[in-house]
């Protein structure tokens, strides 16, 4: 049997998150883990975020409100962000609100490497798209602090130091494949990771796609080998990807009509979502006898995982779809809209973060 490998430069197919956390060294985060967050928030609620590493530590942390700091990380490559980002960003809300500190980094110095963007138009874009997007998906300007990577000296000099304490050999079974640009990438990002604590040594967890997870592999097996700075080991979140509208694990670009971009003209998006993959049957009378399966149906699974907040609602659509009492048609037409609905807040939310950039906290370096 092969063995998935999760690379973060590549799309691929995650069948089986059960494997996932085998093979990545995860732990599953389950209702034990639910109970030890005050007000989990809906993807904590519904197991869509389905692993963790370390995470009593931040749990603890809530409890006893000792500091602790969330980091994530924006790619100012991409054009356009998606449903994936929109839960980091949820989960670093989450932490915050919990009292974390929040930072986000714009990922330049790896755009200039791995997509040969340069640092000018890096910056641009996360001044002019990434960061307030961002903020129109719900970060707290007031409350989260932004810095870019080739601008952080420390970050580039842990980089740096760490270097020598990764070997090439554990670099390959981490991630297979390797060129130069990918391993500066690492050890920025392991810098990125472990920043939060140069300040002052704190937990730190970092919410992310399972995409994202050799990272914090790398990040924490430097931390346990190398005691220097004495930092303690990053948690992390590990949410689920949200599902293709034809049904494939993944939403791919390769298929524009299947993926949900944020942002989007909300009237396409409404009628792509008339074309997604269901769990119904093939006629109403079937349907009607027979029930659906919202357990194989991509309305449901976004509904889940993005459309509906109420549990209570969910809970409703899924025994009236089980017990044959809605129909898919309906079903999707409610999806359409509320995804409309969500691009059109998003658009509205968008506009207002761009002529408020400068009320966000962007971290200034000193020449030193
Ligand atoms: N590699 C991440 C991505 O492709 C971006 C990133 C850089 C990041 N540093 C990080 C993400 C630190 C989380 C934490 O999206
Ligand atoms: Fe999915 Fe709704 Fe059809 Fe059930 S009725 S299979 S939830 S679209």
Redesign the pocket.
């Known amino acids: 049997m092969a063995e998935t490998k999760i690379d973060?430069w590549g799309a691929v197919l995650i069948e089986d998150y059960q494997k996932v956390l085998e093979n990545y060294g995860m732990e599953p985060f389950d209702e034990k883990m639910l109970k030890k967050f005050p007000n989990p928030n809906r993807l904590m609620r519904r197991f869509v975020v389905f692993g963790h590493q370390d995470l009593d530590r931040i749990a603890d942390a809530i409890k006893h409100k000792k500091e602790f700091a969330i980091?994530?990380?924006?790619?100012p490559s991409a054009e356009k962000l998606h449903l994936g980002n929109k839960m980091v960003v949820e989960m670093v809300k989450y932490f915050q609100e919990q009292g974390g500190k929040a930072f986000v980094?714009v990922?330049d110095l790896?755009a200039l490497a791995t997509r040969d963007v340069s640092l000018e138009e890096a910056e641009k874009r996360a001044m002019e798209f990434h960061i307030p997007a961002y903020i129109a998906l719900g970060l707290d300007p007031k409350k989260t602090v932004f810095y870019f990577?080739s601008k952080n000296k420390k970050v580039r000099d842990m980089a740096y130091d760490f270097s020598s304490h990764l070997t090439l050999n554990e670099f390959r079974a981490i991630y297979g494949d390797l060129n130069a640009s990918k391993i500066m990438?690492v050890l920025?990002?392991i810098g990125?990771?472990l920043y939060p604590q140069i300040e002052k040594i704190m937990p730190v967890v970092?919410p992310?796609g399972p995409d994202?997870s050799p990272?914090l592999r790398a990040c924490r097996d430097v931390v346990r080998r190398y005691k220097k700075y004495n930092f303690i080991l990053p948690s992390a979140t590990y949410h689920k990807f949200t599902p293709s509208l034809d049904g494939d694990m993944k939403m791919s670009k390769s298929k524009p009509d299947s993926y949900v971009s944020i942002p989007e003209d909300p009237e396409k998006v409404a009628k792509n979502m008339l074309t997604s993959k269901t769990g119904g049957q093939k006629t109403i009378e079937e349907q009607k006898k027979l029930g659906g399966k919202p357990e194989e149906c991509i309305v449901f699974e976004l509904f889940k995982q993005h459309l509906i907040e109420d549990d209570k609602e969910l809970n409703k659509i899924y025994e009236g779809c089980r017990a044959g009492k809605i129909m898919c048609g309906d079903c999707k037409k409610k999806a359409a809209e509320l995804m409309k609905k969500f691009m059109e807040d998003f658009n509205k939310k968008f506009e207002k973060a761009k002529v408020e950039m400068d009320k966000v906290n962007i971290m200034k370096f000193g020449e030193k």
């Open positions: 973060p980091l994530t990380g924006i790619m980094l990922a790896e990577q990438s920025t990002q990125d990771i970092v992310v994202q990272h």
